[in-house]
């Protein structure tokens, strides 16, 4: 079992950055690879980035890309999502999940893969 608790969200004005964090629970935290989604109020949660269990290997979104770096801190059990440059487009409740490493895919990128969930923090991004 993995529990994951999110912070950092707020509001903040176009251009401006936020560092999200997501505090996991357990032992085993370099075990699991790690990714960040969000979900904007009426659409459908969607992927923002990924990161194997050592970190070694990331992934992100088309939309997120040269903008937000994800990172983690095994020895803190916490994984990271900063995010530069912020869009109105990027306003949405910003999620982080975790899934028992079984190879890097395709697959980091799909909600459904994912085991573990946290709560969500809210990211509003003003024009």
């Known amino acids: 079992q993995v529990q994951l608790v999110e912070s950092g969200g707020g509001l903040v004005q176009a251009g401006g950055s936020l560092r999200l964090s997501c505090a996991a629970s357990?032992?085993?935290?370099?075990?699991?690879?790690m990714g960040w989604f969000r979900q904007a109020p009426g659409k459908e949660r969607e992927f923002v980035a990924a990161?194997?269990?050592?970190?070694?290997?990331?992934g992100y979104a088309e939309s997120v890309q040269g903008r937000f770096t994800i990172s983690r801190d095994n020895a803190k059990n916490t994984v990271y999502l900063q995010m530069n440059s912020l869009k109105p487009e990027d306003t949405a409740v910003y999620y982080c999940?975790?899934?028992?490493?079984?190879?890097?895919?395709?697959?980091?990128?799909?909600?459904?893969?994912?085991?573990?969930w946290g709560q969500g923090t809210q990211v509003t991004v003003s024009s």
């Open positions: 357990g032992r085993t935290f370099s075990s699991y690879a």
């Open positions: 990161i194997s269990e050592s970190g070694a290997r990331t």
């Open positions: 999940a975790a899934i028992m490493a079984t190879g890097w895919s395709t697959k980091n990128r799909i909600p459904s893969w994912y085991d573990y």
